[in-house]
């Protein structure tokens, strides 16, 4: 079992940069692979990054690769979201889960999630 805590969303202008975090309880947390996903009001979850268990491999969706980075530090039990010159559309709220067996895209197929934190990006 994995329990995810996300933290650091909050307000941000438009080409602002935020980091967010996501804290992972439980002893297996090194053998999970990590995505990130997020919704936007009155839209579906979509998919974001995604970091391999030893942070070899990481995947982007085509709207945030070359801006956002994901990280992940076993030792702490964390997995980190930066985020640069973010832009009004990138509102919405973020979610970490977490995959035993599966690295990639696919929302379905991660087990564990989080409760989501809130980014809000101003023009």
Not at 44 to 57: H, Q
Not at 92 to 112: D, K, P, S, T, W
Request: positive net charge; charged residues 15%; aromatic residues 10%.
């Amino acid at each position: 079992q994995v329990q995810l805590v996300e933290s650091g969303g909050g307000l941000v202008q438009a080409g602002g940069s935020l980091r967010l975090s996501c804290a992972a309880s439980g002893r297996t947390f090194s053998s999970h692979n990590i995505g990130w996903f997020r919704q936007a009001a009155g839209k579906e979850r979509e998919f974001v990054a995604c970091i391999s268990r030893i942070g070899s491999n990481l995947l982007y969706s085509d709207s945030v690769a070359g801006r956002f980075t994901i990280s992940r530090d076993n030792s702490k039990n964390t997995v980190h979201l930066q985020m640069n010159s973010l832009k009004p559309e990138d509102t919405a709220v973020y979610y970490c889960a977490a995959a035993r067996n599966y690295y990639g895209a696919a929302l379905r197929q991660f087990e564990y999630w989080g409760q989501g934190t809130l980014v809000t990006v101003s023009e």
